[in-house]
């Protein structure tokens, strides 16, 4: 496997995912070309041994399945990641009047971005729209492809405390710019339906987000480094996909799971705090013919990856990251974890993961917070609320984590692919509390 060659497809696929929704779409693009079908949540579902499903939930949610031969015990192999990042959603009422006939777009934060990487970039706007068709109301996929928007910083001249620390407000100071006087109120509703084929009035709303257009790119003297917006964690989500189409001898469930709103917490339909993973999972073991009873015993014995990424060590700010328990770039897969259960990582899923990996010859480093900075949590703990299985956290080393345009290594996709196909060609037998085989 190239890693270079595997960067530049994870560039296409960034580039052909400027919002949560629209990625979701890209990997239902991937899997339907691999062969697999996709299932409706409102539908009866007819499932059958030896094939592919996929089914998706808001649009920006995607769970895919191989369903396996069925010879095995009945259980799941579960890899997970999410769709979304950090960033500014557009009001519903969106455009603001500024002085001298000014147009700017009324915006809110999405997650935890790092404020200052959003200023004095090329912007412009993705997400969906809610059209009324006839007695239909249908949603459509939007994206700008040229810039259209920019939040410019104000001069040193008239801030001059803007090196010392500023504390941006979202509201006066993160207001992206849209017009100097030659747009008025409604032509960003009229360019919406220009752009998808309907009349103005019959958007009835939208889903709206920033989407930074500086390029992706492979970068330094010997190519070492991706750099790109929405890293985190697309580049999970697309190995993950990699991984999944690719053909397995697991005689098992394999899993793929993309939820939306990691970044804000999980807690929607569509988040790994929902229902949906459970929700599929039930309807994959009853419509395969076994019983309530068994969807119980195989979720018992499945294993979760949950895959997001993880703190490089900062090539000038060592100290933010432990001693020991630290993790770079290009050096392998990171398993990580925290005492407080912000990761689900334990002892036996490490040795499960690690196993895995060094069966495949991947490389395996160790990531933990200092202990006296707190770390955030990801989707592992998340949705083993409402599905509890063994479950590992993995990612790939990154730095400038929540940047509008963040950095990785060039050899790490290639590293995540792999280890996620070893997972999905590993039969994982939970035989009881003490024993697992591989």
């Not at 031969?69 to 009047?97: C, M, N, R, W, Y």
């Not at 009873?293 to 100290?319: I, K, M, W």
């Not at 990761?343 to 990531?367: E, L, M």
């Amino acid at each position: 496997m190239d890693p270079l060659a595997v960067s530049r497809q994870l560039i296409d696929f960034i580039k052909s995912s400027p919002s949560c929704f629209h990625a979701a779409a890209a990997i239902a693009r991937t899997l339907e070309h691999a062969g697999f079908a996709e299932l409706n949540e409102t539908e009866s579902w007819t499932i059958e041994k030896n094939s592919a499903y996929f089914v998706m939930r808001n649009n920006s949610s995607i769970i895919a399945f191989r369903t396996g031969s069925g010879t095995a015990h009945f259980h799941f192999q579960i890899a997970a990641a999410h769709s979304d990042s950090p960033g500014f959603k557009v009001k519903q009422i969106p455009e603001l009047k500024g002085p001298g006939n000014m147009l700017c777009l009324n915006v809110e934060g999405y997650g935890g971005m790092i404020d200052s990487t959003w200023l004095d970039r090329p912007l412009s706007l993705a997400g969906r729209i809610l059209v009324k068709d006839g007695q239909s109301i249908e949603s459509r996929l939007i994206f700008f492809e040229k810039p259209m928007l920019i939040i410019p910083n104000v001069a040193i001249h008239f801030n001059r405390n803007v090196n010392s620390g500023y504390d941006y407000n979202h509201q006066t100071d993160l207001i992206p710019l849209f017009s100097t006087g030659d747009c008025a109120v409604g032509d960003l509703t009229s360019a919406l339906a220009e752009r998808t084929g309907c009349h103005s009035e019959d958007i009835l709303a939208r889903d709206l987000f920033l989407v930074n257009m500086t390029e992706p790119c492979i970068w330094g003297l010997k190519d070492e480094f991706v750099s790109s917006p929405k890293l985190d964690d697309l580049q999970c989500a697309f190995s993950a996909t990699e991984a999944m189409t690719q053909k397995t001898d697991c005689s098992g469930i394999n899993v793929l799971a993309v939820f939306d709103n990691e970044e804000t917490g999980s807690v929607t339909k569509q988040g790994a705090s929902g229902t949906f993973l459970a929700d599929t999972l039930k309807r994959i073991t009853l419509s395969l013919g076994h019983t309530e009873q068994d969807y119980y015993r195989a979720c018992a014995g499945s294993f979760l990856v949950s895959c997001d990424n993880a703190h490089a060590v900062h090539p000038t700010h060592p100290e933010k990251t432990d001693a020991e328990n630290r993790v770079f770039m290009n050096k392998g897969i990171v398993i990580k974890e925290n005492a407080n259960q912000k990761y689900t990582s334990d002892a036996v899923s490490k040795a499960v993961f690690s196993t895995i990996c060094a069966k495949a010859g991947i490389p395996v480093q160790y990531f933990a917070n200092r202990s006296d900075i707190a770390g955030g949590s990801t989707l592992g703990n998340l949705s083993n609320e409402q599905v509890s299985m063994n479950a590992v956290d993995i990612g790939a080393a990154q730095l400038a984590m929540h940047s509008s345009y963040e950095t990785c290594g060039s050899h790490d996709t290639a590293y995540l692919i792999q280890a996620l196909t070893a997972f999905y060609n590993s039969d994982i037998t939970i035989r009881d509390r003490n024993t697992v085989t591989l």
